[in-house]
């Protein structure tokens, strides 16, 4: 860069302005067709630059409300269509379920599930009617896989269920095939499991357990578990069945209460 150009480059802000006030002196004291050229002139040097970066600032706030509009269009929407699938879930679920019949002078009345007490496992669900509703104690709760548990607390609006995974709720269960029958328990160490069922019961992998209606609370014929596996060993009187429930308590949602009589 030689020397004229650098002192043109440091002093360009004084240069400017000494142009400026020259113009406008001319402007001032020249004709009026001279005075109107200048003013052109001027309005085009000075003013327009400035006006261009007005609307180039317009222009990018207009930019950022669209941004933040559309973003709120796309959360909306995204909502919107979390919304309908679950809606279209469970849909599915209940044309699932029209399928069960519920057991003879039984009614169904379905609930939802509002909070879930677990210890490593499921214990207890509490559901959104209660005594208002005709719950009671006792009552039997199911799903459209099997038996899930018994209504154990009921309030006006809500209700708790104790299900099958609580370790002080078993039930009177039958080899669906077989017809021997034992008790449905549950407990962390060994998970569901078949108790009290002699040694040379039969019942294999595979086979189906379904409540016997034994104890006046669970009618008979609700799907409870698969058999997992079976084992006895030498001398014992009573054989070791593994249960796999029909019903998985980790992702329990609509439930149905059995409620004894028409609705």
């Known amino acids: 860069m030689t020397w004229p150009s650098t002192i043109l480059h440091k002093n360009r802000r004084i240069l400017r302005f000494g142009l400026a006030i020259i113009l406008l002196v ?20 000075f003013i327009r630059p400035f006006s261009e970066l007005k609307n180039y600032v317009v222009g990018l706030q207009n930019v950022a409300t669209e ?7 796309i959360a ?21 379920f029209l399928g069960f019949e519920p057991p003879v002078n039984y009614g169904l009345v379905p609930v939802k599930i509002v909070a879930i007490q677990a210890n ?12 208002k509703a005709s719950i009671s104690v006792d009552q039997p709760v199911v799903n459209r896989f099997g038996l899930v548990g018994k209504v154990k607390e009921v309030m006006p609006d809500f209700a708790t269920v ?8 078993a039930v009177s269960g039958r080899v669906a095939e077989s017809r ?18 002699p040694a040379d019961a039969e019942i294999k992998p595979g086979d189906l357990i379904v409540s016997s209606g034994l104890g006046g609370i669970y009618p008979a014929g609700l799907a409870v578990a698969i058999v997992d596996s079976v084992s006895v060993r030498k ?5 070791m069945v593994r ?6 308590f980790f992702s329990i949602d609509e439930l149905y209460v059995l409620i004894s009589g028409n609705l």
């Open 162 to 169: 104790a299900l099958l995974t609580d370790p002080s709720n």
């Open 235 to 239: 001398g014992d009187i009573l054989k």
């Open 67 to 73: 941004n933040v509009r559309l973003k709120s269009l």
């Open 26 to 45: 001319l402007t001032a004291v020249s004709p009026d067709l001279i005075r109107t050229s200048l003013g052109n002139f001027s309005s085009l040097l």
């Open 120 to 131: 490593g496992h499921p214990l207890a669900a509490v559901i959104n009617k209660g005594q």
């Open 180 to 197: 021997q029958i034992g008790i449905v328990r549950f407990s962390p160490e060994r998970g569901m499991y078949f108790d009290d069922l």
């Open 76 to 96: 909306e929407s995204s909502l919107q269509l979390n919304i309908l699938n679950e809606i279209k879930r469970e849909n599915q679920r209940l044309r699932e």
């Open 243 to 248: 249960l796999s429930p029909t019903v998985d």
